[in-house]
């Protein structure tokens, strides 16, 4: 059933890319797991009737058309509540729920199917990082080794890098491509060779699993920083990797040079290639809404240019936001059926846009500053320690928290919580709002938690 779930997967990620944030949480991201396989039909669990009822009303036949493009026959996709699996359960007289999946330390992560060269629009702020990412796939670890990408968040370096082991895989299908953020490096290295794990089991399992890789792909590599033990086994993965040819790719916010980490892992990223990608211009903003127009909608002349342009003037930081715009855009116009025109991509986008230009005003900062310190209260812990650099269980559970609650609830950017939060960089503030958002569907303690939590803001905060 491994298979099965990995083609779940892969039809999840093309869905996350072809819907919106909010759709997708609510949607797709709570199915986890598969009730049984029959006849090429994979039957998935989901919570409620009324989830199971909109799925085959408004995505099914899309989710199977995705499958069949996945697995490279014709499946398809059947729905299961988890009450009825419950029921199917007792009928055959058996004392356990669903029998879990076998999980061990280390989750394989699959490559986001999207993320490939063909769908990488290319401008003058990304053309140097693509032709070298086209070098590397076309010879790995030949003449560019390591290959170190670096830019702000957003702007694609984790395309371009699964892109290339995209590329390798399509010509070497047996290449063991292992990809991974730095964040979850650190976890799997945590739950394997902890000095209070004694089972060397795990541990062995770790080091088979990341010195395995024929390439290796790591995201966000300044998360390693201030955490010397998850450093040191990651300069010996590298040292091990790097002596037998491997091809190694990390992505950063950075330059090598400004990581906060050993130097002589900051040395060993400087022996390759580092290039960056910088923030796109107009033409190049517009040029990536054209291209991933195509996968939202059948006809793309039915988006004149004028909003094109209006939306690549007012969300010119990075293409994350660009392409969520786009999304709400075109989910608006669909939600209310009507048409794809300037007056309602105003319409659709005047709150974020506004939103946006506030981000940085002293309203805001004190607004954050407000619902912290009710948070803090509500946990009865000091409100610095929400900024502060301290890991005790109990301020990282208030802090990620804080992180689900402020965008949430109010809407506030990755990057404005990170600052409001000690300056936090993306991907730790990201991983925080997915750790959050993944515990509420499967502990009723932490959804507890945040209901209370809002409703003690909603009764003590009014903005």
């Known amino acids: 059933m491994n298979n099965e779930i990995e083609l779940w997967e892969q039809v999840k990620s093309m869905l996350k890319a072809s819907n919106d944030e909010i759709t997708f949480n609510q949607t797709f991201a709570p199915i986890t797991k598969i009730y049984k396989v029959q006849n090429n039909v994979i039957y998935l669990i989901v919570n409620t009737s009324l989830d199971s009822f909109r799925i085959k009303k408004f995505y099914l036949n899309k989710m199977n058309e995705l499958l069949t493009q996945c697995a490279g026959t014709q499946m398809s996709f059947a729905l299961i509540t988890a009450q009825e699996v419950e029921n199917q359960n007792k009928i055959q007289n058996q004392n356990s729920f669903v029998q879990p999946i076998q999980t061990t330390v280390i989750k394989k992560r699959n490559l986001r199917a999207e993320y490939t060269f063909s769908n990488f629009i290319t401008g003058e702020a990304n053309r140097e990082a693509f032709t070298f990412s086209v070098k590397v796939a076309e010879s790995p670890h030949v003449t560019i080794n390591p290959f170190y990408i670096f830019g702000d968040v957003g702007l694609g370096k984790t395309h371009l890098m699964t892109a290339i082991g995209h590329y390798i895989l399509e010509n070497n299908p047996d290449t063991n491509v292992v990809y991974t953020t730095a964040q979850q490096f650190v976890e799997d290295f945590f739950k394997a060779k902890n000095k209070n794990q004694k089972n060397t089991a795990l541990a062995d399992e770790f080091d088979n699993y990341y010195r395995s890789a024929d390439l290796l792909l790591v995201d ?43 130097s002589r892992l900051k040395s060993r990223f400087s022996w390759g290639m580092q290039t960056d990608i910088k923030k796109p211009n107009q033409l190049l903003r517009e040029a990536i809404l054209r291209g991933k127009l195509k996968f939202l909608i059948s006809d793309t002349d039915e988006v004149p240019a004028n909003v094109i342009t209006y939306i690549a003037e007012n969300f010119d930081q ?7 715009a786009l999304r709400r855009f075109i989910s608006y116009c669909v939600s209310f059926n009507i048409d794809f025109n300037y007056d309602n991509a105003v319409l659709a986008l005047d709150a974020i846009i506004s939103n946006s230009k506030n981000s940085n005003n002293s309203g805001t900062k004190l607004h954050i500053e407000k619902i912290k310190e009710i948070i803090s209260n509500y946990f009865n812990i000091n409100v610095k320690e929400l900024s502060g650099p301290s890991r005790k269980q109990e301020y990282v559970y208030a802090r990620q928290l804080t992180v689900y609650i402020l965008k949430t609830k109010y809407n506030q950017t990755l990057t404005s919580i990170g600052s409001a939060l000690g300056g936090r960089d993306h991907a730790t503030i990201s991983h925080a709002f997915d750790k959050i958002q993944d515990a509420i569907n499967n502990d009723p303690n932490i959804k507890e938690d945040v209901d209370n939590l809002i409703s003690t803001l909603d009764k003590q905060y009014k903005m």
């Open 318 to 324: 990075n293409v994350r936001d660009l392409e969520g």
């Open 220 to 262: 966000d590599i300044q998360y390693l920083a201030d955490r010397q033990g998850s450093q040191d086994e990651f300069f010996k993965l590298f040292e091990y990797l790097f002596e037998n040819n491997k091809q190694i790719i990390v992505t950063s916010d950075r330059p090598a040079s400004e990581l906060n980490i050993m």
